[in-house]
């Protein structure tokens, strides 16, 4: 289990251009369905990125009806850290780091 500044030195990797100071961290059960719902609406997104295996993989755009993938209700494997980043009207409002335990 890795600690909270190595949590907060992979979120910076998971997203370089990020310039700010909130970090946030929840931990969640293995069995917990997740909504990766992530594309722009009134000025709001979610930008989403899983970190397994040592390697990242962002979440692309998804949830419109032009999009193909769709990433609602995915449960993940125990070892997946989530990267979420939020902006909300604009406005940067931070990342969450979510572990997964059993």
Do not use: H
């Amino acid at each position: 289990m890795l600690n909270q500044k190595e949590l907060k030195d992979l979120a910076k990797k998971a997203f370089p251009n990020y310039k700010g100071r909130k970090f946030y961290f929840k931990t969640e059960p293995q069995s917990t369905s997740f909504n990766l719902t992530s594309y722009w609406d009134e000025g709001s997104r979610e930008y989403y990125v899983m970190y397994q295996n040592s390697e990242f993989s962002p979440v692309p755009q998804n949830g419109t009806p032009y999009d193909k993938a769709e990433y609602r209700d995915s449960v993940l494997p125990i070892d997946t850290i989530i990267f979420n980043r939020t902006v909300f009207q604009g406005r940067e409002c931070g990342i969450t780091v979510t572990t997964l335990t059993k």
